[in-house]
């Protein structure tokens, strides 16, 4: 199984950026697909995009599409979500997630989750 370490996260005025970072251990980080959710308070955990093990393929959903970039660093064998333009319906839990495969398929197939970090986006 992997371990996963998100950080990063913190306290944003609307307009905003802030980069979070997720830290895997375990499993070769290169074999895997990587992912990115939230959850606000009071809501479903939801899926903000996913990205190939070797980067060259992104995936996200319509509420982050040109504000939000996910990159990743096998050689650090970390993920990053890049998040711009931050509205305060951005505020949530930020959960990164390995895939049990090593392109994006669907949610279906996950393997593990970190333990999440707070971003609170202030209007």
């Known amino acids: 199984q992997v371990q996963l370490v998100e950080s990063g996260g913190g306290l944003v005025q609307a307009g905003g950026s802030l980069r979070l970072s997720c830290a895997a251990s375990?499993?070769?980080?290169?074999?895997?697909?990587m992912g990115w959710f939230r959850q606000a308070p009071g809501k479903e955990r939801e899926f903000v995009g996913a990205i190939n093990i070797s980067g060259g393929r992104t995936y996200y959903a319509d509420s982050v599409k040109g504000r939000f970039t996910i990159s990743r660093d096998n050689a650090k064998n970390t993920v990053y979500l890049q998040m711009n333009s931050l509205k305060p319906e951005d505020t949530a839990v930020y959960y990164c997630?390995?895939?049990?495969?090593?392109?994006?398929?669907?949610?279906?197939?996950?393997?593990?989750w970190g333990q999440g970090t707070q971003v609170t986006v202030s209007s």
């Open positions: 997630a390995a895939y049990q495969t090593p392109h994006y398929i669907s949610n279906d197939f996950i393997d593990s």
């Open positions: 375990g499993r070769t980080f290169s074999s895997y697909a």
